[in-house]
Every structure is written in structure tokens, then in C-alpha cells.
């Protein structure tokens, strides 16, 4: 997972505040995916954005949850107005242009809201 | 709801012993996935499986992918200490999306 570069590895954010997490991709990927890690389960997928497009954010609740991937710079998770269910670990992956291609994933990013 | 099982949740052995995890699964998959986890870390990627029936060797680590495409097990020989951390499996859902079962934590002692 070397080259998918997230940050910051860790954040915390009173209720209410906003959380941005940002990930730049592995040098030639162009597909950028976001996961949620809560305690003691698996991965869930949120969304799936190529550069400035939103492929599936099916996995993103439905409010306060965004995210995008612009043309140039790192690809933003946003969560606004943070509640302390929204503390969990939060993984960016990238895999290359084609299709069926291995995904790497970043180190994460551990939000924690007091 | 998983769709993936995995068991056990944990296992404990102690250097040297064998291990097996399972990942089960009423659906089928194009391929399947197994990551090792560390804490604080991200997953990374071990091995991807296909073929139905499929055998593949990593050094210690043996995968195999049920004939039906819906269950894998991983099994470690002589386990080491290094060998300690999360096991996940993903399944491919479409062309990219990953559906993770809730991991196999391992430890081994020295």
C-alpha cells in the first residue's frame, strides 16, 4: 500500500465541527475509492470517483457525507457537522485506469469526534 | 449484514502451530480477496483468487477458493509471530467495488 498517501493519519473533532480527509492516489491511478472501517467489522465501501466524477457513492450516507476528486490535487472525504458515530478509520484506495485491476490502499485516516 | 463470514473472529495458537481461517458466503464471486491488516495500518493485499477450486501458495500462507466461488479459507503452516494482525477477506462485487468480511484477528506467541 506504499504510494497512497493519506492525511492527516489522525484527527479529532468536537461534535459539530467538520473533518476533511484528503488522499492523493498512486502516481498513474486514476480511480480513487473510499472505505469505512468501524470497530470490529469489516471495510464498507462509500464511493468510487474517477477524476471530477462521482462513479458510485451508493456506500455514502446520505447527508452531511461528500466527497470529491478534482482534476488536479488530492481527493477530498468531507464529513460536515461530525457525530460521534462518525468516529471510525477511514481508507482511501486507487488502482490504475482499466477495469478488474488490483485496488492498494492507503495507511488510513483515524478520525475521533468528542 | 455480512456478506462475507469469516471465522473464527479470533484465534490464538502458539509459534509453530498450523492455522486455518474461513471466509464463507451464500453468494458468488468473481474473484476473492485475502489482506493482512497491522494496527493502525492499512490492508495489504496478500493474494487474489478466481478459479473456482483454485490453489495458490504465498511461502507459509495456502489459499484455496471453493469450487462454487463462494467460500476461501487461508492456512498458515508453522506459524511465526510476524504472522499476527487481521485477516480480512473482500469479495468482488462489479467491476471494482469490494465487499470485506469482518476479519480474523490472529495472534501468535512466541
Known amino acids: 500500500n506504499a504510494g497512497v498517501m493519506q492525511n492527516p493519519r489522525h484527527l479529532v473533532r468536537r461534535r459539530g465541527q467538520e473533518a476533511r480527509l484528503r488522499c492523493s492516489p498512486m502516481k498513474g491511478h486514476s480511480h480513487v475509492y473510499w472505505y469505512r472501517q468501524l470497530p470490529e467489522e469489516g471495510l464498507k465501501f462509500m464511493v468510487y470517483l474517477q477524476k471530477e466524477n462521482i462513479i458510485d457513492e451508493s456506500g455514502m450516507p446520505k447527508e452531511r457525507f461528500s466527497a470529491e476528486f478534482p482534476k488536479e490535487g488530492p481527493s477530498i472525504l468531507r464529513i460536515q457537522q461530525v457525530v460521534r458515530g462518525d468516529s471510525a478509520a477511514y481508507f482511501c484506495a486507487s488502482s490504475p485506469p482499466s477495469t478488474g485491476n488490483t485496488i492498494y490502499f492507503g495507511e488510513g485516516s483515524w478520525l475521533t469526534v468528542v | ?110
Not at chain 2, 458468488?28 to 487474489?48: A, D, H, I, K, N
Open chain 2, 1 to 110: 449484514t455480512q456478506l462475507l463470514e469469516q471465522s473464527p473472529q479470533f484465534l490464538s495458537i502458539q509459534e509453530g502451530e498450523n492455522l486455518t481461517v474461513y471466509c464463507n458466503s451464500s453468494s458468488v464471486f468473481s474473484s476473492l480477496q485475502w489482506y493482512r491488516q497491522e494496527p493502525g495500518e492499512g490492508p495489504v493485499l496478500l493474494v487474489t483468487v478466481v478459479t473456482g477450486g483454485e490453489v495458490k501458495k504465498l511461502k507459509r500462507l495456502t489459499f484455496q477458493f471453493g469450487d462454487a466461488r463462494k467460500d476461501s479459507s487461508l492456512h498458515i503452516t508453522a506459524a511465526q509471530p510476524g504472522d499476527t494482525g487481521l485477516y480480512l477477506c473482500a469479495g468482488e462485487v462489479g467491476d471494482y467495488k469490494l465487499s470485506f468480511g469482518a476479519g480474523t484477528t490472529v495472534t501468535v506467541r512466541a
